[in-house]
């Protein structure tokens, strides 16, 4: 869950995927879960692929908006 989406389609690897994973690993830090999951490798790659998560604030509406905001910019 924590692969950028280039990386899913061979393109190499540069700064724009790993800005991608620290994202990930920050919004599965404050959500208590990664952002995508599936019941397969397949299924995970399919929705990194072509969709957005689950706003972090309606994930955890407990969280301060300005973290909230902070990690949408």
């Known amino acids: 869950p924590y ?4 990386r899913l389609a ?3 690897p540069g700064p724009s995927g790993d ?5 990930a690993t920050l919004y599965s830090l404050l959500a ?3 952002p995508f999951g599936g019941p397969s490798a397949e299924a995970v790659a ?3 692929r ?3 998560p ?3 604030a309606a994930v955890r509406p407990d969280l ?3 973290l909230v905001a902070f990690t949408v910019t």
């Open 3 to 6: 692969l950028p989406p280039e």
């Open 10 to 12: 061979d393109a190499p």
């Open 19 to 23: 800005l991608y994973g620290l994202g």
């Open 32 to 34: 208590g879960r990664p």
């Open 46 to 48: 399919g929705r990194v």
């Open 50 to 52: 072509s969709e957005d």
């Open 54 to 56: 689950h706003p972090l």
């Open 64 to 66: 301060p908006a300005g």
